[in-house]
């Protein structure tokens, strides 16, 4: 049997408003091994019956099955329509799969066909005001409908309804983007909420991003004063007409019973100012005006396919308690981010009031400073007696508990749940081992991530800040893409690295940037201040990432510009090849740090060459992959002299790094820049300064993550794995101890008396740290990719048991499909068993085995002082001793 289980285009599955068709793939599937695909075919229709083609492949005779690409300006799509996909294969077997059948919805292909404008009943007046307001039109449908789609977006937060019924899932749509350079809007399928006769086409618009407060010195109206929206809806009708209708100044409007609403502070809603039947056709109460146009250049818009934010997770109340201070507190046991939905049954007037916070005190009282002005409180206001059911339209909060400061009537674990909202992203990483506190460690960082990844990929959830900070990203992208599928998300956010780049090249701190001329306020950084290693040095390094992990050259072709922009950059204000500039974060809040400061003792001129050499190799690299040759020679040639210069600079006589620090060792041996007759002496040292602090790091955002890899890399994986299983501070188990259910910021976070780090910078939820998860999944259970042959369509199986682990059960989904690597420990057998995917092949390393006792069907033979066996796809089960 031979089969497919998916198509992706362009990475996803039936995607709902595509601009373009980059690229097409499928998962095969098989009950046999060494499956290879033989051919494939496939076709692009306009029904189901595939009646009336757009496109046909014929047969080709290719292995490919993903990455798949139609020739530009083949496929003539129409904007606004359904198109349905199939595909079907041979395998090298001569097999034959059935048809596999997906669909894809087109959004707006012509800016000349988006008609919609922005509108909105704010006034300048309105600038520093955070209320929400009603938009709506009415529109007549005369004839049977085929299909309908709307295209919506705001300068703002908006939710789309039709005739009374919101469209869609989306929350926080459309977004954080840089606004005025790239702003998208979504596609929704609305055809079954359409009526003959009157309809109604509603929005619900909040401030959000675009006019609310955001970042940490409290500006509003980054990127306007006057929230507003946008939308068309496009009927197809069954004789093949088409009509639109889309916002204008006949739209009318009013204010919400949304007073305020603040990313931050959280969102006020006075139910006696709700309007009955504001969202439907008909003649709803209130006062209502004519929309006023906002100009805005719909030149930047570009549509939103996937990975919108959504409500994921259900987390119901754990338990109400009253503290030692005598506040009355819901606990729901989780760290998360998101919302609290709660029922109420009140006299009119009756006020609920939650504060949202993370942790409780030393003494078990409620603890805001680490929000520092961010309130977080919920304030909804009854209008009658009726019971009802609330949560918050344009706040999000970062919480675990809530303090409950009003409530009529008596309070239940019932009437509240909790709902985490993150970017919609298939989850593609699961693993599991023998130690609980380990198990408890891959928790958090699954919440780490699902906590910060709502849109953009956020610092922390919680306290005035919540930005797109390079750095965390850049750290935790390589694991972050084992955990979900983050190439839809990595991708939207790296076009706003691109956009938000500095005339010279230079990278934002954060993006979107809303720092750059406006961060005078905070005591750190300077207005200018911009580019900073290891942060800034995210536009080339997710770009590989993603390089590595989906095997796609079109995320290097697209961002091209931006990274060759970077390394001009630092070439541009290096000096003899060392590169050092402004406001440098180097090892931020390393524990070898100077007492209170942020700053780790590993010097800048250290830190920055080394990411100044290693983006530079690998942009040079990734040269060479899209045919740009000249330029692979040159980066290739810059990339050998800052080498050089990197270890004249930094390597003493004897043949040691003259800055012994942790973090010097890690990214020298890790960005290898270590001469080759040094290594030892640079591992050599690691040790040493490993036991120097009775073997634990104290390292910050810099060493961390490469740490448990450069030991492991040379031969020292038993300290790894104990590095790893420290559970006293400062080690990631510390937390687990602690009671964490997500990553901290700080190692000590919290102290093991329950007394608090400083409240300045101190979020419980903060995934950096997480990285160490790219370690789980590529050391221990052994899942890596070949970089000759990325997006693992060769694999490399290579487990490394140990650290008194019974066993280790891992697994990753990638565009292939399915690949297992599980181990058992007995004494010093292992059972190791694998499942490779169709269309793949692998290689299988067990590290550290002595003897092969079962081959499970497959030939190991003894290379590099290592056994390995070469498999197609298929499952094998392998047993050897260490």
Not at 242 to 261: A, I
Not at 709 to 736: C, I, R
Not at 778 to 798: D, L
Request: net charge negative.
């Amino acid at each position: 049997m031979i089969g497919l289980s998916r198509i992706l285009i362009n990475y996803q599955e039936n995607p709902v408003g595509i601009e373009t068709v980059d690229q097409i793939g499928w998962s095969i599937i098989s009950d046999k091994k060494n499956v290879f695909q033989e051919s494939y075919e496939f076709q692009i229709g306009e029904d189901e019956t595939f009646g009336m083609l757009v496109y046909d492949s014929g047969v080709v005779r290719s292995e490919e099955s993903a990455h798949i690409a139609i020739e530009k300006n083949i496929l003539n799509l129409v904007s606004s329509r359904k198109y349905f996909i199939r595909v079907r294969i041979t395998g090298k077997d001569g097999a034959i799969s059935d048809w596999k059948e997906g669909f894809f919805v087109t959004a707006l292909l012509s800016e000349k066909d988006w008609k919609a404008e922005f509108i909105t009943i704010e006034t300048e007046e309105d600038k520093d005001e955070s209320k929400g307001s009603y938009l709506r039109k009415e529109f007549v449908i005369g004839k049977k409908v085929k299909a309908a789609y709307a295209h919506a977006t705001a300068l703002g937060i908006y939710h789309l309804y039709i005739n009374g019924k919101k469209a869609g899932e989306d929350e926080f749509a459309p977004g954080w983007t840089s606004y005025n350079k790239h702003l998208l809007y979504q596609t929704y399928d609305v055809t079954d909420y359409l009526q003959e006769g009157a309809n109604a086409a509603a929005g619900h618009i909040g401030p959000g991003w675009y006019k609310g407060t955001v970042g940490f010195v409290r500006m509003r109206g980054h990127y306007g004063t006057r929230a507003a929206f946008a939308c068309q809806i496009i009927v197809e009708y069954e004789d093949g007409s088409r009509e639109s209708f889309q916002t204008d100044t006949s739209w009318m409007g009013t204010y919400s019973p949304v007073l305020f609403s603040e990313l931050y502070d959280g969102e006020t809603y006075d139910a006696r100012r709700e309007i009955e039947g504001w969202n439907e056709p008909g003649s709803p109460i209130g006062s209502w005006q004519q929309a006023e146009a906002v100009n805005f250049d719909t030149s930047v818009l570009s549509a939103q396919s996937g990975s919108k934010v959504k409500k994921v997770t259900e987390v119901p109340a754990k338990r109400i308690f009253t503290t030692p201070q005598g506040d009355t507190v819901i606990d729901f046991g989780q760290n998360m981010t998101g919302w609290i939905k709660f029922k109420v049954k009140g006299q009119a007037g009756d006020k609920v009031e939650l504060n949202c916070f993370e942790v409780l005190d030393a003494k078990g009282n409620v603890y805001l400073d680490n929000l520092r002005s961010a309130k977080e409180t919920i304030i909804y206001i009854c209008k009658d007696e009726e019971e009802v059911t609330f949560h918050p339209h344009f706040s999000f909060q970062g919480f675990q508990f809530a303090k409950v400061s009003s409530y009529p009537g008596e309070l239940s674990t019932d009437y509240f749940t909790a709902y985490a909202l993150h970017s919609d992203m298939e989850v593609t990483g699961e693993f599991e081992c023998s130690n609980p506190d380990i198990n408890q460690l891959q928790h958090n960082i699954v919440w780490g991530m699902k906590g910060n990844f709502l849109d953009v990929p956020t610092d922390c959830p919680q306290r005035d800040e919540r930005l797109g900070w390079t750095g965390d990203a850049q750290i935790f992208c390589r694991t972050a893409t084992f955990l979900y599928d983050t190439y839809t998300f990595y991708t939207k956010w790296l076009k706003d690295v691109e956009a938000d780049q500095t005339e010279e090249g230079g990278v934002p701190h954060v993006v979107p940037d809303i720092l750059i001329g406006k961060s005078s306020a905070d005591r750190l950084m300077k207005d200018g201040d911009h580019s900073a290693a290891a942060w800034a040095d995210v536009a080339v390094i997710m770009p590989w990432t993603l390089y590595l992990a989906y095997g796609d050259v079109t995320v290097i072709e697209r961002q091209y510009d931006s990274m060759k922009a970077w390394i001009n950059f630092m070439k541009e204000h290096s000096r003899g090849n060392i590169w050092n500039y402004k406001l440098q974060f180097g090892d931020w809040v390393a524990l070898d740090a100077e007492e209170g400061s942020y700053f780790g003792a590993t010097p800048n001129d250290l830190t920055c060459t080394a990411y100044y050499a290693y983006s530079t190799k690998l942009f040079a690299k990734m040269a060479k992959i899209v045919g740009r040759d000249e330029d692979a020679g040159e980066y290739t040639r810059l990339y050998q002299e800052i080498l050089d210069t990197y270890q004249k600079t930094f390597f003493d006589e004897s043949g040691h790094l003259n800055v012994q620090t942790q973090t010097a060792q890690i990214v020298s041996l890790y960005f290898d820049l270590v001469p080759e007759e040094y290594r030892q002496n640079v591992v050599a040292d690691l040790l040493k300064l490993l036991e120097k602090e009775n073997g634990h790091l104290v390292t910050g955002f810099v060493g961390t993550p490469y740490f448990c890899h450069a030991l492991s890399q040379n031969g020292h994986t038993k300290e790894a794995y104990e590095l790893l299983l420290k559970d006293d501070f400062p080690s990631w188990l510390y937390q687990v101890k602690m009671g964490a259910t997500t990553i901290w910021e700080h190692w000590d976070g919290m102290k093991p008396d329950g007394s608090m780090w400083s409240p300045d910078m101190n979020s419980f939820n903060h995934y950096a740290y997480g990285a160490i998860g790219e370690w789980m999944y590529r050391v221990a259970a052994g899942i890596e990719c070949e970089e000759s042959r990325p997006g693992y369509k060769h694999i490399i199986i290579a487990p490394h048991p140990g650290g008194g682990l019974e066993f280790i059960r891992a697994s990753y989904k990638s565009i292939y499909g399915k690949i297992i690597s599980n181990w058992k420990l007995d004494g010093r057998r292992v059972t190791l068993t694998v499942e490779v995917p169709c269309n793949t092949s692998a290689s299988i390393c067990p590290a550290g085995a002595k003897k092969i006792l079962e081959q499970g069907g497959l030939e190991f033979v003894m290379k590099e002082n290592e056994y390995q066996a070469e498999a197609g796809s298929g499952q094998y089960t392998i047993v050897y001793e260490i």
